[in-house]
């Protein structure tokens, strides 16, 4: 009763949350100097052409009047053309909203399977070797342009050993990708059966995931060994030693009480690497959301600028949904 007590709770918010967002996108987008119109007509346009094409995209109307139309075509699930593909905007996200996906969720366990356990065993030795190269390995993490260390890593893997395929988008080229199904290439390949598009896929996401992933330990691996040092000198811990508990118990029993830490930082990661990673998907072709939104920028493409801040918030907040159930589930006492 509790949880769906709670659930139902959360996901009234999502609205409220989501409208504030729009609303404050919407009028700071506005506000942003730059005229689709003469982008869109090209510079030989004339005064007649470009004051036409105001009228017809709702330019002249206020401010208000301009998100009250916006706002009834979101409700109808309408994000509305992007001038620069020409193809809706709803349909372009979803086409490349998986790959950024992929990109980021594989690259985020990846920083989770090297920061949790360093940190474990950092905190578990604070005067070891481990811990050492723990402080080494933060501090530089910390420090690294995620697309210097993935130019680094083409140079090295690519250039100089030749073990990696060319950073030439999502699968080599002369290869089709299999029918959409998900949007993830390796999924869409497995269910079509295609072995070779699904390891031209596999071999494509190595680089990019290595670079999202090395880089982004850094914070995990500092909020874990951080946590786990406070949570092995607790006074719990130190009853528990003193009981005779094997260290293995008592290391399990602090990891669980730093898991909320530890989601945190992890859930914020997931959010901020969606935009993030733009970087890296140019590095790479990726050909994900995140050089979509990019190029909307540099084109005035409203349409698509909106569309991908609504698609992130959603994400976004779906994430935090998810961790915020995971705390009840992982400490009793937030079951209020």
Excluded at 2 to 24: C, D, T
């Amino acid at each position: 009763m509790w949880f769906l007590r709670h659930a139902a709770l959360r996901l009234a918010y999502l609205i409220p949350q989501l409208f504030g967002i729009v609303l404050v996108s919407f009028f700071l987008i506005k506000s942003i100097p730059g005229d689709p119109v003469p982008l869109i007509l090209g510079p030989l346009a004339t005064r007649e052409n470009l004051e036409q094409l105001r009228e017809q995209m709702g330019l002249n109307e206020p401010l208000w009047v301009q998100f009250g139309h916006y706002l009834s075509r979101l409700v109808q699930g309408d994000l509305g053309t992007s001038w620069l593909t020409t193809r809706p905007v709803l349909e372009d996200l979803l086409r490349k909203f998986p790959a950024t996906l992929e990109l980021v969720t594989l690259g985020l366990l990846l920083a989770i399977a090297i920061g949790v356990p360093l940190g474990v065993l950092a905190a578990q030795r604070p005067e070891g070797w481990v811990r050492r190269l723990s402080d080494g390995y933060g501090f530089a993490a910390g420090a690294l342009p995620d697309f210097w260390f993935a130019l680094l890593l083409i140079l090295v893997f690519f250039s100089f050993l030749g073990w990696a395929p060319p950073p030439m988008g999502r699968l080599d080229i002369g290869l089709l990708a299999p029918p959409q199904v998900t949007g993830v290439l390796t999924l869409d390949a497995m269910i079509a059966g295609d072995w070779e598009v699904f390891w031209s896929a596999a071999a494509q996401l190595v680089l990019p995931v290595l670079t999202l992933g090395i880089v982004n330990a850094g914070p995990i691996l500092k909020m874990t060994q951080s946590t786990m040092e406070r949570m092995l000198e607790a006074d719990f811990s130190q009853y528990q030693h003193l009981c005779g508990l094997p260290p293995a118990a008592i290391r399990r029993h602090a990891l669980r009480n730093a898991l909320p830490s530890v989601l945190t930082v992890v859930s914020v990661l997931y959010g901020y690497l969606l935009g993030g990673a733009v970087l890296v998907e140019i590095v790479f072709s990726w050909g994900g959301a995140g050089q979509y939104a990019v190029g909307a920028v540099l084109n005035a493409d409203l349409n698509a600028i909106m569309g991908f801040i609504i698609f992130a918030a959603i994400f976004s907040l779906l994430v935090y949904l998810i961790v915020d159930f995971l705390y009840l589930l992982i400490d009793p006492r937030t079951r209020g």
